[in-house]
């Protein structure tokens, strides 16, 4: 099948990639020339386990290519997937401007029947205003062409976006009429190990259920972080009550775990876009107001740990940072709860080395762009590694939770720090353990009685 994907960021590319590596015929198209020549040498501009490969040997077998022209790459595709950016607008809604660029160019250009289905992160409602974006430009053309618009939304996890891709949970479409769901199933039926994963629906079910997903997600996390606060003050264990609650089925085991806020490309903005779409049609979403004032809070929660124990004024005071990334797996830093534990320090007159093994050169991007960091650039620096941000450093302060971090030299951390003191943002290490090692040693929502 020929398949296009207008959008060379993190969906377009996975989504590119694996839909080459079942067999079909792929253009991935973008308007950012520097991106596109990138990607034409054999680079790839996004950090994603396995991505880099699957992409060399794709385009080696002639099932993969990559294209700033947009005529060649409309005309190429049966399919034709916008997977574009919806950044949050100045009221939290998802701008549709990217979206609705790429549906005028597809009718400016289409010369057959077209499937244009949205991948990007949509709210309800987007597939109309594609639909009539659309046949606006037809009936500006004078072309009678057919055409068929689908909500595809995605569910990758960063870091683990390949094998969510090729080995979906589900994949949701939402159609308007058989014919496009069955070319749909089709398509993604090499993907499909049980039938039942491939749920069709209708459009704006679909386009909902990715809002929905997101939201609730958040919601679990923003929840346990508030109960892992209050066990902080009443001396209960977060770790006991997560394996409490979450033996109920009902309840489950994924997402319980405490620690500094989530952040990325997702949960942030889709919970605000849902509060918007809430507003738009006279439905005040309580809850997810409160999951994100939680979680606002959530990401100061560290800072307010190293204050409580320091104070408030950390002149004179280094610190280490192991973890910059808003998540494992990925060099993505947007939304990270790094940024506003390093933005907290700075300004309290602290100095940073930081460590994280994929997102430094894209924190260094965010300091010297963004204005809250504008004048603390020398108390800033960056470690070659893990131990090389120790030495002389008042404390560790752990904020991303990295495979390489979980099983450290607890000796070599303690001999490198000016006093054995660890503030771990994500529950890695045992308190009590940690005690008989030695150390002073702060958690989220773990009994904190017997220091070192």
Known sequence: MKVTVFGSGYVGLVAGACFAESGNDVICADIDPAKIDLLNKGGV??????????????????????????????????????????????DGS?????????????????????????????????????RAQVQTVLNE???????????????????????????????VVGVDNKAAGDLMTELYHPFMRRQENMIIMDIKSAEMTKYAA?????????????????????????????????????????????????GGSCFPKDVQALIKTGNQFGESMEILKAVEAVNYRQKAHLLKM?????GKDLAGKKFALWGLSFKPQTDDMREAPSLVVLEGLLKAGAQVRAYDPEAIEE?????????????????????????????????????????????????????????????????????????????????????QKDRA
């Open 141 to 171: 053309r004078g072309a009678k062409l057919t055409f068929d618009i689908v909500s595809n939304p995605e569910f990758l996890k960063e870091g683990a976006a390949l094998d969510d891709f090729m080995k979906p949970d589900r994949v």
């Open 214 to 262: 997101n939201s609730m997600l958040a919601t679990k996390i923003s929840f346990m972080n508030e109960i892992a606060n209050l066990c902080d003050k009443v001396g209960a264990s977060i770790d006991h009550v997560r394996r409490g609650i979450g033996s109920d089925q009902r309840i489950g085991h994924h997402f319980l775990f405490a620690g500094a806020g989530y």
């Open 94 to 130: 998802a701008d549709l401007k990217y979206v609705l660029s790429v549906a005028k160019t597809i009718a400016s250009y289409m010369e057959d029947h077209k499937i244009i289905i949205d991948k990007s992160t949509v709210p309800v409602g987007t597939a109309d205003k594609v």
């Open 363 to 447: 924190t260094k991007r965010i300091l010297a762009s963004y204005p809250q960091f504008a004048n603390h650039a020398d108390q800033v620096s960056f470690a070659e590694n893990d131990y090389d941000a120790l030495p002389s450093a008042d404390a560790l302060i752990l904020v991303t939770e990295w495979n390489e971090f979980r099983r450290p030299d607890f000796e070599r951390i303690k001999s490198s720090l000016k006093v054995p003191l660890i503030f771990d943002g994500r529950n890695l290490y045992d308190p009590e353990r940690m005690v008989a090692r030695g150390f002073e040693y702060y958690s989220i929502g773990r009994p």
């Open 45 to 90: 501009p996004i950090f994603e386990p396995g991505l880099t490969d699957l992409i060399k040997r794709n385009k080696a077998q002639g099932r993969i290519s990559f294209t700033t022209d947009l005529k060649k790459a409309t005309l190429h595709g049966q399919f034709c997937f916008i997977a574009v950016g919806t950044p949050p607008d100045e």
């Open 306 to 310: 190293v204050e409580g124990r320091f």
